[in-house]
């Protein structure tokens, strides 16, 4: 079947006028994305006066700081609008039009409007009005990764993005800067000699000038940066010629040193591992292209691979073993659980235990991922009882794999008690593994220490979501308090409306005396804490709703609440002129704090 596909370009869009017709949510991501790449958004939706309500919090903040230009007109869209708000180089006209209303008729009739002039316009949920899309994009310094389904799925584009960033390793986007700035310090070192020596290049009886001369014949308009497969154009892939021998030379081999420096840099984008590229400093790259005339190779890479595990008998009595992943990267797994891994039969795992912990589950394991769709929970509890019960008494050994530690929030309580009542026995068949809980990890990598003599001497471990999703009683305020909420970023409306006012309930029986929590509180989000893709948002109880609505989020994650926040941290308040800033939280991705593979033997030793 063939499928439609999109020509995909990066346009620079610095200085355009973009217009973003309607006021929601998806406005202001909009208007972010415009931001983000140096335009100018301009905000097209009638006043409240006319729509009953403010605008979301997200984009009433770019609004006030004047990040936004909101067009308070009477009319939701005027054809007008696309001709007098432009810059003047384009006579008027705007350079992009994103409609994110869901009203239809409206849509349609922005979408022909601009199709009529020309202008590129994206409609929400409307592939067929669409004359461009937006990728869902990984940033690190020059290196934008766009991935699109064309129209197949946002979220699942966005989900493939995520796999794709995560696999990364760290520091791409500086490698990247890195690489390209010596790239055109090469491009312009061959340019000035070529123009120099001004002399007439004589065909070499060598591969590599064979096989130039050869593709030169055939194609006389490639030139010979194409032929080398060094064309400027991403799009491009290499030439035939790009993985030919390149041979040592002589020093006065000029013409072959001029292709060879290049080629090898290309070679090297290409073929090393990207954790070692993003690894090599501009010394060492420089060492590494002038290495290369002597050793006329690349460094050999150690391809060996973990040698898989030896099938083992089956214990003679069966056991489950439940135990805990830790926060997510496998380095935090405790050795005990690292073993229970290695030599289970079975392993039954939530869904939320991360890929890198997954990874070293032996292939002759069997492998069961909890089916907890949202909704059917405490049924897919039952059923992971049910199998880890049927296994075991099969005479295997069971792996109960859940995030953390099973015991804080992690229904292991529940799952023991479901256990002994089917016949199984503590230190017998029965075994809990401790884990490293999520609650005081997450904030340890996101640089908040739960307790600070001078901020903090209590930690409260606190759930967001009570039983069959019922909000459970809020905890009071403590100036030296530090509480983590899990299980709470689903509901973080709701979570703070109870931290910062008493409940309904609250209310109706006259309990008014608990210590409410001030909206100026300091507090961070932190997702997938030790995991590549770690995510942590600095804010305050105000701010921290509107953030979480703008910058997404997605679990496992927590919130951290109280002054321990900004210990290590300035609070993201005001600018240096004392104004208030115009997105009062920051936003911080990726985590490297284990990283170990960078610190050299001597440096561990050091540490010993």
Same mark, same amino acid.
């Given at each position: 079947?063939?499928?439609?596909r999109?020509l995909?370009?990066?346009?620079n869009s610095h ?13 202001? +991501?909009?208007?972010?994305?415009s931001?983000?790449?140096g335009?100018k958004?301009?905000l097209?939706? =009638?006043g ?6 403010l605008?979301?919090? +997200?984009? #009433? ?8 230009r ?7 869209f ?14 008027g006209?705007v350079d ?9 008729v ?8 601009c199709?009529r ?8 949920d ?8 937006l ?11 766009g991935? /699109? ?28 800067a890195?690489l ?6 090469i491009?312009?070192?061959? $340019?000035?000699?070529?123009k120099?020596?001004k ?6 009886k060598?591969?590599l ?15 010979a ?6 064309? !400027?154009?991403?799009s491009?892939?290499?030439s035939?010629?790009f ?11 000029a ?17 090393? @591992? ?6 090599v ?5 420089e ?7 002597? #050793? ?5 890479e150690d391809?060996? #691979?973990?040698?898989?595990s030896? @099938? ?10 439940? +135990?805990?992943?830790?926060p997510?990267? @496998?380095d ?12 289970a ?5 939530d ?10 589950i032996?292939r ?9 769709? =949202? ?7 039952e059923?992971?009882?049910e199998?880890?019960t049927?296994?075991?008494?099969a ?8 995030q953390?530690?099973p015991?804080?929030?992690g ?17 017998q ?6 884990g490293?809980t ?16 001078? +901020? ?10 009570g039983?069959?999703?019922?909000p ?5 305020y403590?100036?030296?308090? /530090? ?10 409306v709701?979570?703070v409306?109870e931290? /910062?006012?008493y409940?309904? !309930? ?5 309990? /008014?005396?608990?210590?409410? $929590?001030?909206s100026?509180t300091?507090?961070?989000?932190i ?14 109880l ?23 926040c ?5 609070p ?6 004392g104004?208030i800033?115009s997105?009062? $939280? ?18 561990l030793?050091?540490?010993?």
């Amino acid at each position: 079947m063939a499928y439609p596909r999109s020509l995909l370009t990066a346009v620079n869009s610095h200085g355009h006028i973009h217009l973003v017709v309607g006021a929601n949510p998806l406005a202001a +991501a909009r208007c972010g994305q415009s931001l983000a790449v140096g335009a100018k958004p301009i905000l097209i939706a =009638p006043g409240p006066a006319n729509q009953g309500e403010l605008l979301p919090a +997200a984009l #009433q903040v770019r609004v006030d700081a004047g990040e936004v230009r909101w067009l308070l007109d009477n009319v939701a869209f005027s054809e007008t609008h696309l001709e007098t708000l432009g810059r003047e180089e384009v006579n008027g006209f705007v350079d992009a039009v994103f409609v994110t209303d869901r009203d239809h008729v409206l849509a349609e009739e922005v979408a022909r409007a601009c199709m009529r002039r020309r202008i590129p316009v994206n409609v929400v949920d409307r592939p067929d009005l669409c004359s461009f899309a937006l990728l869902s994009t990984h940033v690190e310094g020059p290196l934008q990764i766009g991935i /699109t389904t064309n129209g197949s799925g946002c979220k699942l584009a966005a989900r493939i993005r995520r796999e794709v960033a995560s696999s990364l390793p760290t520091g791409l986007g500086e490698a990247c800067a890195r690489l390209g700035a010596l790239r055109r310090q090469i491009q312009e070192e061959d $340019w000035r000699k070529e123009k120099t020596e001004k002399t007439t290049v004589t065909v070499k009886k060598d591969s590599l000038q064979t096989a130039r001369t050869t593709c030169a014949t055939k194609a006389p308009e490639t030139t010979a940066k194409a032929v080398n497969g060094l064309s !400027e154009d991403d799009s491009y892939d290499q030439s035939a010629a790009f993985n030919q021998l390149v041979l040592p030379t002589t020093k006065n081999d000029a013409e072959s040193a001029k292709t060879r420096r290049m080629r090898w840099l290309a070679q090297m984008c290409e073929y090393w @591992p990207l954790k070692r590229l993003a690894g090599v400093t501009d010394a060492e790259m420089e060492t590494l292209l002038e290495a290369y005339a002597t #050793q006329g190779a690349a460094p050999a890479e150690d391809d060996s #691979q973990r040698d898989p595990s030896d @099938p083992s008998d089956s214990p003679k009595q069966g056991r489950i073993i439940l +135990a805990g992943s830790g926060p997510g990267h @496998p380095d935090l797994l405790t050795r005990a659980v690292h073993q229970a891994i290695l030599s289970a039969d079975v392993i039954l795992a939530d869904k939320l235990v991360p890929q890198g912990v997954l990874d070293l589950i032996p292939r002759r394991t069997e492998v069961a991922i909890a089916r907890k769709f =949202p909704g059917n929970a405490d049924a897919a509890q039952e059923e992971l009882i049910e199998q880890a019960t049927a296994a075991a008494r099969a005479g295997k050994t069971v792996l109960r794999l859940k995030q953390g530690d099973p015991f804080v929030y992690g229904r292991g309580g529940e799952e023991v008690l479901r256990l002994r009542a089917a016949g199984f026995r503590d230190g017998q068949s029965l075994f809990v593994l401790p884990g490293i809980t999520s609650a005081l990890s997450g904030p340890l990598f996101a640089g908040i220490p739960p307790t600070h003599r001078d +901020a903090a001497d209590q930690v409260l471990i606190c759930t967001g979501t009570g039983k069959k999703g019922k909000p459970p009683q809020p905890p009071g305020y403590r100036d030296s308090r /530090t509480a983590v909420f899990l299980m709470a970023l689903h509901r973080i409306v709701g979570l703070v409306a109870e931290l /910062t006012d008493y409940t309904a !309930e609250e209310k109706e029986k006259g309990e /008014t005396r608990r210590m409410l $929590w001030p909206s100026s509180t300091p507090c961070a989000v932190i997702e997938r804490a030790s995991c590549p893709d770690q995510k942590v948002i600095r804010t305050t109880l105000a701010h921290v709703a509107a953030a979480i609505e703008q910058e997404g989020s997605r679990p496992p994650g927590l919130l951290v609440v109280g002054r321990a926040c900004n210990v290590l941290h300035s609070p993201v308040t005001a600018n240096s002129n004392g104004t208030i800033t115009s997105k009062p $939280w920051s936003l911080e991705e990726g985590f490297t704090s284990l990283d170990l593979d960078s610190i050299s033997p001597a440096g561990l030793a050091s540490l010993a």
